[in-house]
């Protein structure tokens, strides 16, 4: 045989194996992109995957496959060391489905979502009723009132702290609100959250409004708060302030029974039905024996009530009783209006 018919045999058998290894190495990824890409099981059903702190990609191939959610844990690595998974995995509660593939799965796991619960506070709760809400919830009522007692004002970086004295509780400042926090959250990052949102929702607009009337932000949340304890409906907000700053024009005694109620309420009933002794009990938050408004927030008033004492009625009231259980009070500009009132709505 002459050489160049060697070198054509050669050349034939060169290119044979070149197409055999290319179509074996293809046949190989083409398995691979399927046992990547194929759901591994079937049904839609959703279930919650929970990656730990110090789990790798490993570990949780291999929990995957020991539930039978997928078929081949290696798959399942090469196909996260691909994504890069292991630099972006964080712990938290992931959902995923059945009939996911594993490139799914993947990329699911790749994408932290955090898993969020609602906590409500409602408005007029003074501090410590909040932190019995917070603990109800699972967050550490403890750190929350060190927070809400001993205020570090540089963690909570809130401008609406600025002539808070420097004793004072956040007794005020912790604004009603329905929260989305995380499980993990702390008691006293719940105080930051809440302090903050008071800082949003007390705007430029009304520091200037309460400056103009030469209030600071401190006795705008303490008269908002006997407001929001006092008020039911939203209509007589501004008025029931308007009597009160009224009151303090005039050197009146407030006479605010909710005042008297921060001072003798217990975690039995924080906010008491009075009896007529307890109308002269030695308190500084007595507004019945002491003049102005008390040393501070007496509750944590909502945007309504900060409102209503940032911009009052003006009105000519001076006094104003309740209507049976109605919610709705009466309202009168002379202690004989407010007798008659008071004789006709509470007669006993």
Do not use: C
């Amino acid at each position: 045989m002459t050489p160049q018919y060697h070198s054509r045999v050669w050349g034939r058998l060169i290119f044979v194996v070149f197409v055999l290894v290319f179509a074996v190495v293809l046949g190989g990824f083409g398995t691979l992109y399927w046992m990547i890409h194929r759901a591994e099981g079937s049904g839609g059903q959703r279930f919650t995957f929970q990656v730990t702190q110090g789990d790798t990609v490993t570990s949780i191939a291999n929990r995957l496959a020991a539930k039978g959610l997928i078929g081949n844990s290696l798959i399942f690595r090469l196909d996260a060391r691909f994504h890069g998974l292991a630099s972006n995995l964080k712990p938290g509660a992931y959902t995923l489905r059945k009939n996911m593939s594993v490139d799914d799965m993947v990329n699911a796991l790749a994408i932290y979502k955090q898993q969020l619960f609602k906590i409500t506070i409602p408005e007029g709760k003074r501090m410590l009723e909040i932190a019995a809400i917070l603990q109800r919830h699972g967050i550490d009522s403890k750190s929350f009132l060190q927070e809400a007692k001993h205020p570090d004002l540089k963690y909570l970086n809130a401008t609406i702290l600025n002539d808070k004295p420097a004793n004072a509780s956040l007794e005020g400042y912790l604004f009603p609100d329905t929260y989305k926090v995380p499980k993990q959250f702390t008691g006293k990052q719940f105080a930051r959250d809440m302090v903050q949102n008071l800082d949003q929702n007390f705007t430029q607009a009304m520091r200037q409004q309460a400056h103009a009337r030469k209030f600071s932000i401190y006795q705008v949340l303490t008269l908002a708060s006997i407001v929001e304890r006092e008020a039911v409906h939203e209509p007589e907000r501004p008025t029931i302030a308007g009597v009160y700053v009224n009151r303090l024009r005039q050197g009146w005694f407030l006479n605010a029974d909710p005042t008297i109620q921060y001072a003798v309420g217990t975690p039995k009933d924080w906010w008491p039905v009075l009896t007529l002794d307890q109308l002269h009990v030695a308190s500084p938050y007595n507004s019945y024996t002491h003049y102005g408004l008390p040393p501070g927030p007496i509750a944590n008033p909502g945007l309504l009530s900060i409102k209503a004492a940032v911009n009052p009625n003006s009105t000519r009231f001076m006094f104003f009783v309740a209507k049976g259980g109605t919610g709705w009070h009466a309202f009168a500009v002379t202690q004989a209006q407010q007798d008659a009132n008071i004789q006709r709505y509470q007669p006993h």
